[in-house]
């Protein structure tokens, strides 16, 4: 009876795991996100990131996004631009300050692929607060409290990371609450 009940845990342990290992990507703006799909292919699906799209084309960054990798890309939502300062994304988006606008949009991009259990263990490994330089060369502070990561900008802006670990087949997407500044 005792063997059995054993087996029967360590089936229901297996499959647990096993779901958890195939469970789908969160979905991101009412879109499905696809891991065989790479960053920009699954944002463009995402009604919350309409305005980090349109920025990523005016910025000429749809070529990188779309390339191997590995990018973790913290994606500010529609929300996350709207609270900017008024017109500041209309000056933003001006061919003329596409310089600028490709300087704030590299900030939300890393080089590698970091799933948020990686950034808990450097963030943890670091004694709290884990200096993320980004392919902008801005230094993004992360930190953890309860369960949740959040990064401060170089303005000293914080956003929280709202959906994590969203596979793509070229890195990793975190949506994020507020754009990162940086220093300008």
């Given at each position: 009876m005792l063997k059995t009940a054993f087996r029967t845990l360590a089936?229901?342990?297996v499959l647990s795991?096993?779901?958890?290992?195939?469970?789908?990507n969160p979905k991101v703006g009412g879109a499905a996100m696809y891991?065989?799909?790479?960053?920009?292919?699954?944002?463009?699906?995402?009604?919350?990131?309409?305005?980090?799209?349109?920025?990523?084309?005016?910025a000429g960054l749809v070529d990188t996004l779309q390339g191997k990798?590995?990018?973790t890309v913290f994606a500010p939502t529609n929300e996350a631009?709207?609270?900017?300062?008024?017109?500041?994304?209309e000056t933003l988006l001006k061919p003329e300050n596409k310089a600028q606008l490709t300087k704030v949009l590299t900030c939300h991009v890393v080089a590698i692929s970091a799933m948020s259990t990686a950034i808990e263990k450097m963030i943890k490994d670091d004694?709290?607060?884990?200096?993320?330089?980004?392919?902008?060369?801005?230094?993004l502070k992360a930190k953890e409290s309860m369960?949740?990561?959040?990064?401060?900008?170089?303005?000293?802006?914080?956003?929280?990371?709202?959906?994590?670990?969203?596979?793509?087949?070229?890195?990793?997407?975190?949506?994020?609450?507020?754009?990162?500044?940086?220093?300008m």
């Open positions: 089936i229901a342990t795991a096993a779901v958890t290992a195939f469970a789908a891991e065989n799909k790479n960053i920009v292919e699954n944002a463009v699906n995402s009604k919350d990131h309409t305005t980090l799209v349109a920025a990523v084309k005016v990798g590995p990018f631009f709207a609270a900017l300062p008024k017109g500041t994304v004694k709290g607060t884990h200096d993320v330089k980004t392919v902008g060369g801005c230094i369960g949740k990561i959040t990064l401060t900008d170089e303005m000293g802006g914080v956003s929280n990371v709202t959906i994590a670990d969203v596979k793509q087949s070229n890195g990793v997407i975190h949506v994020v609450d507020k754009v990162l500044l940086p220093k």
